[in-house]
């Protein structure tokens, strides 16, 4: 038995949602929907028992929170983390070669969800008992780090679950979609609106209530327009509230803009047609990679603190070049100013290995032009005036593919370390994973709601 096997095996085996006998109406599926959520959002807002905000860490790195939907010291520790991670790593091995699984058959679509089900299992109990470890190294207590396992296991299989429910059909997209969006979301709107006093500064947190505060107090306005307070880092300002509205107009413009490759199809001779590419060909997984490999080596750096002081430091010092501003300094245009070299350094790294993770991922996901050529041949379409060969029809992608991965993987790390400097609310690599899903859901609401209308529609396209 091999490991795709093993894992297959081990998914089968373990607590399941099953399909609904029959298609929800999408009324029905936007009720469930709204249930996963509220359950996750509850799950993000019930802390974990002997587990204080004294003890816990991450606290400052937002992407990673974001990414992974995860709240800090609450029951929704590890969020969607275990599943994003099973899901890329699956991904990686299957298009690599490295598994050979048929993903054009039922039986191969099966394994892999099943294997990719088990392979979440194991990371939740691995960073579950990680980050059990970590919480509770300073107690005494030996029933204290089963507890804190014990309750993010059951937790983190919950959502788990949550996710499958709705991507079976019983709601709408996918729970890993739906986390992300709410979390992002629900970091925009406390930034926005957020009425709840910073710190010991009696202003609320939200940018509207404190310009209100702000107005009626007749204090100067030229502090809310650039944050330049260390007492208040996380303060929003007007430039990061510009920002945020000038990022979302560039970041759906580029999301809506395509590459098209003139093709016809064996089914069809003589009538031409387009394949888009789109400008974004990778999307915002190389921003997501290198937020995670920061993540990562914090995590380390924080484990290692109480193996060697030494290891802590090295970690430390090259999880800060991921992080900018440094702590202490206030996340606004300003922090250019106090630490120029910081801000230099944040960049290049960002930028280059969002490129790297970006072709690399190109190759690993399927998505280089060898495979994109196999697809397009056993799908029936050809290119204008080219032989039926995949040498050709692949020399001919290699010049859009290569390109638009080199150009969009360029363009979303600069997006995100230019959202970085400018304050943006939720974070650039937020807003490009908000907008990317909430286009994906308004697709996708289209969809169901054209199928209700038009009954007929459904045997066309098979459902």
């Known amino acids: 038995m091999g490991f795709m096997d093993f894992l297959a095996k081990m998914g089968e085996n373990l607590p399941a949602v099953s399909k609904p006998k029959d298609k929800p109406t999408l009324t029905r599926k936007l009720l469930w929907t709204f249930i996963g959520l509220i359950v996750y959002l509850l799950m993000a807002s019930i802390p974990l028992y002997g587990v204080t905000s004294s003890n816990s860490f991450l606290s400052n790195f937002l992407a990673q929170q974001i990414i992974f939907a995860s709240s800090q010291g609450t029951l929704a520790q590890l969020g969607i983390g275990p599943v994003i991670t099973s899901g890329l790593i699956m991904q990686i091995l299957v298009g690599s070669k490295l598994i050979n699984v048929d993903l054009t058959t039922q039986e191969g679509k099966s394994k892999f969800t099943q294997a990719e089900k088990a392979l979440a299992l194991i990371f939740i109990i691995v960073e579950s008992s990680l980050f059990g470890y970590v919480f509770t190294r300073a107690t005494s207590n030996i029933l204290l780090p089963i507890i804190v396992v014990v309750q993010l296991i059951i937790a983190s299989y919950i959502i788990l679950l949550l996710d499958e429910m709705i991507q079976k059909g019983w709601g709408l997209g996918s729970g890993v979609s739906l986390f992300i969006m709410a979390g992002i979301m629900k970091v925009i709107f406390w930034n926005m609106f957020g009425i709840v006093s910073v710190q010991s500064q009696n202003l609320p947190v939200g940018f509207f209530p404190l ?60 009538i031409r047609t387009t394949v888009p590419l789109n400008f974004l060909y990778v999307s915002s997984i190389p921003v997501i990679f290198v937020s995670v490999l920061g993540a990562d080596i914090q995590l380390f750096a924080s484990l290692a603190n109480s193996i060697s002081n030494s290891a802590s430091g090295i970690l430390t010092d090259i999880a800060n070049a991921f992080f900018f501003p440094p702590q202490g300094v206030p996340h606004s245009v300003y922090a250019l100013v106090v630490d120029p070299v910081g801000a230099a350094i944040y960049a290049a790294v960002f930028i280059v290995l969002s490129i790297v993770f970006g072709m690399l991922w190109i190759d690993v996901a399927g998505l280089d032009p060898k495979t994109q050529a196999e697809q397009m041949i056993r799908s029936g379409i050809e290119i204008p005036g080219m032989r039926t060969n995949p040498r050709i029809i692949e020399g001919i992608l290699s010049k859009y593919i290569y390109a638009l991965g080199f150009f969009s993987s360029l363009i979303v790390g600069l997006i995100a370390v230019v959202a970085t400097f400018l304050g943006t609310y939720g974070t650039g690599v937020g807003l490009l994973l908000a907008i990317t899903i909430a286009m994906q859901y308004y697709n996708l609401l289209a969809y169901e709601r054209t199928l209700e209308m038009y009954p007929l529609l459904k045997r066309i396209v098979g459902e």
């Open 211 to 270: 310009l209100v505060s702000y107005i009626t107090s007749g204090r100067n306005l030229q502090e809310i327009v650039l944050n330049t307070s260390s007492t208040t880092p996380y303060q929003p300002d007007l430039i990061g509230l510009i920002a945020t509205v000038g990022l979302t107009i560039l970041i759906v413009y580029l999301v809506n803009t395509n590459i098209y490759i003139p093709v016809t199809t064996q089914r069809l001779r003589g």
